[in-house]
């Protein structure tokens, strides 16, 4: 019998498409280093933030929490990327002439700062790729339609008439080509004049229209390549985006025992522990230096007749 992944969104503020330097604020103390930067695959090597945790009491900003004097290097083999501080405090660039980043290898990366040391690694999983989007019969289970993707379409995606989905219409399910051990899925709304599905939703998640434009899931494991994402993580009309990411050890070890994922709980084993702090998988300091590879899906959401004429 195959098994499927329900994705429950945790209706946070979407950490897979954040700004880097924005996981971390003002967190606890017993570490001062913190690191942050996360490795896409086939992309080039990202921008790295170091910051230091400020005393009990202190408001937090960016420019207080930087450290404009670190020395950052990323190792991948023999090759050393030296990065140049930013004029931004505590935001670190990569070489010009650095490379794509690759699948399935390892980075290091090493900080210092006054004598002290910060060390991590990540492996980088294999290339995420999204086999098919499908709309299912509720009721046979059967498909009814499969959509098109970019890579056969490109932005087209956006008028084919087989990626136009009426809300509550249907199933939505997500076919992968497995990547990697543990994944993590967000949806963006693209339009900037999208209208809420649901008047109610702001009250019912407590997150500002702004805030529901970009959801996420917790971290799951999609043992069968089979995902399917749920209408009521669906809040906006218009254009829409799916990501899908594979994630490494770190990144899924800080999604699953992160604060908001804490609140929201999980399900399928793979989240929902009590947790009494995030896992970093830093040496001398705490923080996320990971890595994911991702695939994309976009299509369109149309208002119900009933909910048109609302």
């Known amino acids: 019998m195959v098994r499927y992944v329900f994705i429950i969104l945790c209706l946070i503020a979407c950490a897979a498409e954040r700004q880097p330097g924005e996981l971390f604020g003002s967190v606890e103390e017993g570490s001062e280093l913190v690191v942050d930067g996360v490795l896409i695959v ?3 090597l990202p921008e790295l933030f170091v910051r230091r945790i400020l005393p009990p009491g202190q408001t937090y900003s960016r420019d207080a929490a930087g450290v404009p004097d670190a020395q950052v290097r990323v190792f991948q083999g023999d090759q050393v990327f030296e990065y140049a501080s930013d004029p931004a405090p505590g935001r670190y660039l990569p070489p010009p002439e650095a490379p794509l980043v690759q699948t399935t290898t ?5 900080v210092e700062v006054e004598g002290k040391t910060v060390r991590a690694s990540t492996t ?5 790729r999204v086999q098919q989007m499908v709309l299912l019969d509720e009721d046979t289970q059967e498909i009814v339609r499969t959509l098109k993707s970019f890579a056969e379409v490109g932005d087209e995606v956006y008028t084919a008439p087989e990626n136009q989905l009426t809300h509550l219409e249907g199933l939505i399910e997500i076919h992968l ?3 990697g051990e ?3 899925a967000a949806l963006f709304t693209l339009e900037e004049d999208a209208q809420l599905l649901d008047e109610d939703f702001i009250e019912i998640y407590d997150r500002t229209p702004e805030d529901l434009r970009a959801n996420q899931s917790p971290p799951f494991a999609a043992s069968d390549g089979i995902v399917r994402w749920p209408w009521f993580a669906v809040v906006y009309t218009g254009r829409s985006l799916i990501k899908v990411y594979a994630v490494d050890h770190n990144w899924f070890e800080y999604a699953r025992s ?3 994922q804490q609140e929201q ?3 399928g084993g793979m989240a929902g522990d009590n947790f009494d702090r995030p896992f970093f998988q830093v040496e001398g300091g705490i923080g996320l230096f990971g890595s994911a590879s991702v695939d994309s899906v976009g299509f369109v959401v149309l208002p119900r007749q009933a909910e048109s004429s609302d």
């Open 124 to 128: 980088t999983p294999e290339r995420m």
């Open 265 to 267: 709980g999980g399900f």
């Open 177 to 179: 080509e497995k990547a």
């Open 258 to 260: 992160s604060p908001e």
């Open 182 to 184: 543990a994944y993590q």
């Open 42 to 44: 086939d992309r080039p």
């Open 106 to 110: 390892e980075y290091r990366l090493e």
